[in-house]
């Protein structure tokens, strides 16, 4: 029933909002990593996105005015986690607030001895549980292109909101029913504890040493991998490369030409400011 009206809804909301031939084709050339994807794909993206805006409002914050542009490159890297998902993955909450640098949220938080600490850091991106997705647009931009940047913070941010939509963040968002929970937390904690030790070791690794953090950062920088350059975590971790396709109902690796395989993007990801 539900999933009737919603569907109405969506047909109804394809119908009368669009977005604009030139600022569509704009928004695409400002996020390399779609060169690749079909046109089929880019036209079923571009419907998703004319639905999340429908859906969601994205609003600047201290001062900053978000453009058209901003919105919809924002939009794009978001509904790339649900190409091939319903978008009522991303229930539940409504803004995306955009700040003009790096900002502090100011949260805190009691740790198992009672003692309040409060976040000082500045961050360029959080995802809130049951609230907004905070980012700053000058690392939106900054990580729009993996190959200079080697990380993406609108991916990673909506993983997170993913990843929160069954709880907490923890690296176990909600799984398709071909894909048994025990099945998905073997194969991650597998390779999360082969990373850390990497990581630990010493080792430069090619994919952010940020995943290392704890098991929900891992599933959200393994994510903006996954989309952004598949191959280098088909090559790294196939066995997650495989549960991250049933998940996200998508197979990114298979859309790079042969040619292309095997390349790794840059050899240091951008230092990240805890995200
Ligand atoms: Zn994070």
Redesign the pocket.
């Known amino acids: 029933m539900f999933a009737a009206i919603r569907r109405w809804r969506e047909r109804r909301v394809l119908e009368t909002a669009a977005s604009p031939d030139a600022l569509w084709s704009e928004a695409v050339a400002a996020l390399p990593f779609l060169a690749i994807y079909t046109a089929a794909e880019l036209e079923r993206l571009r419907a998703k996105v004319v639905l999340f805006l429908d859906a969601k409002s994205i609003v600047g914050a201290r001062g900053h005015e978000v453009t058209p542009l901003q919105r919809v490159v924002i939009a794009i890297q978001a509904c790339v986690l649900v190409l091939e998902m319903d978008l009522g993955h991303y229930d539940g909450w409504e803004s995306v607030i955009v700040y003009p640098d790096e900002f502090v949220p100011g949260w805190e938080w009691e740790d198992e001895a009672g003692v309040v600490h409060r976040n000082e850091g500045p961050l360029a991106g959080e995802a809130m549980p049951r609230g907004p997705v905070v980012l700053s647009w000058p690392d939106v931009e900054a990580s729009a292109d993996w190959e200079t940047a080697g990380m993406n913070l609108v991916i990673?941010?909506f993983a997170?909101k993913f990843d929160m939509r069954n709880g907490e963040a923890n690296g176990c968002p909600p799984l398709p029913p071909d894909l048994p929970p025990q099945v998905w937390q073997q194969t991650l904690h597998a390779a999360y504890d082969d990373f850390c030790a990497r990581v630990d070791g010493g080792e430069h690794t090619a994919i952010d040493p940020y995943a290392a953090e704890d098991p929900?950062?891992f599933f959200?920088v393994l994510s903006e991998v996954f989309f952004a350059e598949p191959c280098l975590l088909l090559g790294e971790y196939p066995d997650v490369y495989a549960k991250f396709a049933q998940l996200y109902r998508q197979d990114p690796a298979a859309r790079v030409p042969a040619a292309r395989r095997g390349r790794a993007g840059p050899s240091m990801p951008l230092s990240r400011t805890g995200?």
């Open positions: 990673h941010e997170h929900a950062e959200a995200a």
